[in-house]
Structure formats: structure tokens, C-alpha cells
């Protein structure tokens, strides 16, 4: 089949339907959790590579640690303590005036009827269950709050503290700020974000559960001042934490050292007018969770998130409409790649490095997006698209480009041949005026004597001899015979010649070619021998013009033997049972065949013996 070249407007359908679609792929498999397995292994990077961009350790916070130390002998003993020992800390603080008391330790859920403990400004962690929803497109929703011991009925407020681990590594990047009740649809907020309104004297009924066009979801609340103040969120309503340090970057106090130190000036400059965050570090009291930057306590990660909240050190997330916009201008950039490539005819080349140039591009645009602006975009998807697009185009912009090169090849080799028949135009010109010249001549002869003797009232007496006549019309017709003959043998030489291939046996169009030349084969006394297998394998061939062929094959020997010759025609067929099977036809005469100086020359156009 000749391949064609495409047509442009064709040619450029293509290439944007075939760069497009990758993107088109990929926008529908972002869902996939190993898209976001990778996508949190990028923020790793981002966080490591805007690691000097860490936020700074608050003023505003200090950490109260339950340490080895203070559960040593020395100190007040094995954990769980009693509520008198928390009361005792808790009364010295209330002395202090603190901003906000976190206690992030664990108590014992069954104490008895014990003293309340003090509850001005104290904010303690109450556990939940959530529901079996598991959308990631929605806010987490807690089905039931479980009750807290009576000593804590005076605390100031009760919220959640809640480090979720990744879907896929286990890894702590982030914290859980908001959940909605199941029952009520009430938001509820985390413990630090208590702590932050107590901070800045906001109502946590004042905070708004917002989302923009091109970033992501966000609480929103107004500062005493006026000026708004936004802190992002995912759909879960997840904070994504910038990490200061452990616990030892917040310069932490031992439980049993703040007792001792209740009543001094250096107890009142820790803790004045502080959040205080009450929690436990020992070791094998409660599991450290693994974080980008090695592992932290419990307490280390809730300092953290105040600290990050503290010094708005957010991380901004795309929403779902930018981050397709942004998946969506790559397809068109690509797409614009892709043509330029096709036009400049260099094709998968360019393509590759335009489509090299392009993920160079989007990978700074997104990692300086993050450090610069604190905005992290989507790149696993889209670097995906990049990726798929480069390579299925490449490949695509190759068969184009063999496609036109054989395009242009077969054109080159209709022209070289129509140039070589223009070639032998004289040459065949020159030897058919001759051949007409003579058959016309013979043609005339017979005709003129014809009329001429009629003209004469019959001299030669042909109306009594018809016999004459006949022989004398039989010499037009003849030679009128002759002459469409070489019209069709010779001037069909400029004419394009079209096969009709249909799958066929080769035996009756041998035998009809024989039946053709039965004459002739008379005529010179051949005798002809016919070997044929019993079966001949079907042949993609153009019966007509074989038929020509094996007819002109017979003429030629008979016309090269004297008579009385004999002409063999035979057919091999060595691997009948292959389906790609070769068939040779042989045709065989007792002629002088044909010298080397004349077989060099029997396939120049119009060259003959005769």
C-alpha cells in the first residue's frame, strides 16, 4: 500500500490529540493513593530543600516535659501520676498568669472523686472515634467524644490533638485542625488552634471554614485589630507542620524542676504570659512518631504546630480547580511544543528536548513556588503527564516522519521513472514512426490496387475472383491487427499500470495462455510438455496480465525456435506448506537462447532481435 503524506490541518489533529491524551489520563488517575505516596515523598524534598527557611522558635511557647528525670527515683516516680501532682504545677502556673496551659499527658480516665483541677486557661485533649468514611475529599467527621475525668470539669475548653499518619509510609507530616461532628455537623478545633485564639483573645466561633479558586482550603478568623488572619488547610483539614526541631529546640523544663522552681523569678520569666505545653519524652512511656526530619515525641510535634502557628511558617496548598488549570496549561504548552516540532521538520528530536526543556521548567516553577511562596503544587501528576506526553509523541512525530519520508521516496520514484520513459520517448518515437510507416504502406497497397481497379470498370477482373478480394482484406486486416497490437504493447509504456491482485491458482491461467498460442505452437510443429504438481498454492497475482505475460513467454520461445522444437513449461513450488511460499514457473525452449551481449541489454525499453 503507498503511504501518503498527511495533510497539515490532519497532521496537527493529530499531534494535539496524541499529546493531550496523557494529560487527560493522568487528570483522572490523580486520586490514586500512589499518587499521593509520591506526591508527600516531593514535600520531604521541598521541606529539606526550604530547610533554611525553617521557622524560628517562638517566645511565646515553653514546653514542661515528662522526662526520664522526672519519673526517676529522685524525681516523683513511675508514670501515671496522681491528679494532685498535675494540681500542684497547675496552681503554680495559674500564679504566673500564663497565656494558655496545654496539658498533652496521659491521665488516668478512671480517677475518682479527686479535687477539680485548676481550670482557668487550661486546655485538655479529649480522645474521639471517627467515622468509616475514609473520602479524602472531605473534612474528617469524629462519631463519638469520649467522656473526661470529672477533675477536668473546669477546663477551659477540650479539644483534639492529632498527628494522622500518611495513607501510605506511616510518615507524620501533618496535624488534624478541624473535624466536623457527625451528628450535629459542628466544627470542632484542634487543641493548638484553642490555644492560638486564647492567644490572640479570638472566639473560636469566630473562625470560618473557607476555600479559594487557586489555593486550597482555609480558616479564617479577624484579629482584635481588624487584619484577617488565614492558616491553610487540606480537604481533610489537615495543617501541613515546617519543622523547628525536637524538643530540645524549645529549651524544654523537667516536670519535677518546675515544681521545685514554682516560687522563683525564673519559674515567672519561663512561664509568664506563655503557652505552656505540658507533655511526656521519656522513653518507652509513649511512641515517638517518624517525621521527614528523624523521629519526635508527642510533645515535640505539638510544638511544633503552635510554633508553626504561631510564626504563620505555612505550607499552602493548590486546590483541586489549580492544580488542573496548571495541569491544563502544561497540556497546552506541550501541545504548542509538539507542533513546532512537527513544523520545524526535526521532529522527535526537538520534540525531546522541548519536552526536556518543559519538566526542566515546571520542576523549578514548583520547587520555587514552595520555597519562595510557600505554595506547594501538585507535581507528581503533572510531571507524569510531561514524562508520558515526551515519549508517546516522540514515538508519534517518528512515524510521521517515516511516513513522509516514504511518501517522498515513492514520489521521488514515480518521477525518476516517468523521467526515464519521457527519455526513451525518441527513441521509441522514431522506431514507431518507422513501424507505421510501413504498416500503413501495406495497408495502402492492397486498398489503392482495390479501388484503382474498380475505378477502371474492373480490369483486373476481380469481381469474378472474390477469393482475391478476401485475400487482399485479410492483408488490411492483418496488418490493422498488427498495428493495435503495438499501440497496446508499446504505447501503453507511459501509461500507469494498476494490478487487480485476488488470490488465485496459477494452472488455468496457464493453460489459458497455452490455448492462446495453440496457433502459433501449429503453426511451428512445437511440441509442448506440461509439468505441473497436483497442487499449486494460491497466489496474490492479476490473472489478466499474467496471462499476457505467459502468452508473450510461449510466443517468444516458439519465435526462437526453428521448426519442430520443443518448449517445457513447468512449476516448482519448494515450501508449499509455508504460508509465505515462493512459486517459480519455468519456460524452457530448444532455441540458440540469447548471447551476453544482448542479455545485458533486454531490459532497456523498445530494444530487440527482430
Known sequence: MRAKQEPAQKAYLLIGIVSLLPFVVVGFLRELDLFEFIELKTLDKRLHLSARRAPQISSQISLITIDAKSEGEEGIGPY???PDIYASLLNSLQKVNPTAI????????????????PGDKLFVIQPYSVTDSTNRRTLLEVSDWYNLPYSFKHAEAVGFSHFPLSYSDGISRSAQLVVKEHDTNAYRYSLEMLMLCQTYGVSPTAIKLREGFW??????????????RRIPIDMRGRFFVRFAGNVSAFHPTSFVDALSDSDTAEFRRKFGEKCVLIGITSEGTYRNAST??????ALALRANLLNALLNRAFIWQSSRKGNLFYLACLAICFTVAATLAYRSGHGYR????????LMLCHLLFVF??????????EATGSSLALVLSGVVSSFFLVHLRLRSVLWQLQTTQEGLVKAEKEAVFGVMSARVRHELRNALNLIRAPAEMVRNNFQKQDPLKLRDQPEEIVSEMDTIIGWVTKLNEMIENELSFFQNTHLNLQQQDLQPVLKSALDMMRPLIAENRIQVRLNLPPKIPAVPIDADKMRIVFANLIKNACQAMAP???LEIAVETPHAASP???IYVIVKDTGSGITADERARIFEPFYTTK
Not at 292 to 297: L, V
Not at 350 to 357: A, K, N
Open 80 to 82: 501515671p501520676w496522681p
Open 292 to 297: 521527614p526530619f528523624g523521629e519526635m515525641s
Open 102 to 117: 496545654g496539658l498533652i499527658a496521659w491521665f488516668n480516665r478512671e480517677w475518682e472523686d479527686n479535687p477539680l483541677l
Open 564 to 566: 519442430g522444437g520443443e
Open 350 to 357: 526537538l520534540m525531546l528536548i522541548l519536552s526536556g526543556g
Open 580 to 582: 509465505q511460499a515462493s
Open 368 to 377: 520555587g513556588m514552595f520555597v519562595l511562596f510557600d505554595t506547594w503544587i
Open 215 to 228: 489555593r486550597g482550603k482555609f480558616l479564617e478568623f479577624d484579629l482584635p485589630s481588624g487584619m484577617p
